[in-house]
């Protein structure tokens, strides 16, 4: 077995990336099997792009070493370019050609025969729903249109690995709900996926695992859940910030190293299972909420650790 068939579909060892003095990518090291969905989760410049671009081979890496499907991402960029599918929100469609004219072309990018390409586009179309659309401009499609559009591009030359980033931003529910029914499809016939979202339901109903990083550098990784618990604690206590008898909470968190984050005038305290019950021994006459942490929970225990 050839090793682009074998091995992981993407290793990562001390991957690292900077410009100038400014570490974007910092020692990442994470493998992602093939056939597997997986969600790349971080803030606003937490090096989630930057960590795609190098392995879609179009940045080298400053230090360490990653390969995809069996290449390496410094040596080998242009093999790695002919195997991938890369959409992010800023996918390059030709607003002046049709529908069809930007998958020929992206066919003729890809080098895929002709022979093959005709077949490839019927599939295409059908796979994203484009049917009797074919001769629009792409300039007058809406944004859930293009986002089909794009991923049909993407997939023109059927690569086993697709690269989503950012790939449902601007648009409605119902389209974000349909391009993730698409991506489903592919992922059951054996597609890897590796995709950065900010949206949180997305990244905990739809992906086999998370990788979540954080300034550069990779903060967890796991199941939804086990992420969370890492992160945020088993558990999330919300109360008001201006709840009565509450005066003594910030003491209280500080005394066993832990920060609440601010929502719209209320508190939001991670804890585990221990920290519930010391909590509630410590302010038995509080009205609060107590309930299983979400992602959003997460990117907020992040803000807090990053600030």
């Not at 360490?64 to 093999?79: C, R, T």
């Not at 832990?258 to 909590?279: E, I, M, N, Q, R």
């Not at 302010?283 to 600030?307: H, Q, S």
Request: hydrophobic share 45%.
């Amino acid at each position: 077995m050839s090793s682009e068939n074998a091995g992981p579909a993407i290793s990562t060892e001390l991957l690292t990336r900077r410009f100038g003095s400014f570490t974007a990518v910092d020692h990442v090291s994470f493998s992602v099997a093939r056939g597997e969905v997986v969600g790349y989760l971080g803030p606003n410049g937490s090096g989630k792009t930057t960590t795609i671009r190098m392995l879609c081979g179009l940045l080298t890496p400053t230090e360490g070493h990653a390969q995809v499907l069996g290449f390496d991402v410094a040596k080998q960029s242009e093999q790695i370019k002919a195997r991938i599918g890369y959409m992010s929100q800023k996918f390059a469609l030709y607003d002046d050609l049709t529908v069809r004219q930007n998958i020929e072309f992206y066919s003729g990018v890809y080098s895929v025969p002709r022979d093959i390409a005709r077949v490839r586009f019927d599939q295409l179309i059908k796979m994203a729903g484009l049917e009797g659309r074919t001769e629009v401009l792409t300039a007058s499609l809406s944004g859930g249109w293009r986002q089909r559009l794009a991923l049909g591009c993407a997939l023109v030359h059927e690569p086993k690995l697709l690269f989503l980033d950012e790939p449902t931003s601007g648009v409605d529910p119902v389209a974000r709900r349909e391009f993730w029914d698409l991506i489903y499809e592919l992922a059951e016939k054996g597609a890897t996926v590796f995709v950065t979202t900010h949206y949180m339901d997305e990244a905990e109903r739809l992906s086999d695992r998370l990788i979540v990083l954080q300034s550069g550098k990779v903060r967890a990784s796991g199941a939804a859940r086990g992420v969370l618990g890492d992160v945020v604690g088993e558990h999330v206590v919300v109360l008001p910030t201006n709840a009565e008898g509450a005066e003594g909470i910030q003491t209280w968190l500080t005394a066993r190293g832990l920060k609440a984050s601010t929502v719209l005038a209320s508190w939001h305290l991670p804890l585990d299972a221990a920290g519930l019950v010391a909590f509630v021994a410590a302010f038995p006459t509080l009205r609060y909420e107590v309930r299983i942490p979400t992602l959003d929970d997460l990117f907020l225990a992040l803000a807090e650790e990053r600030a």
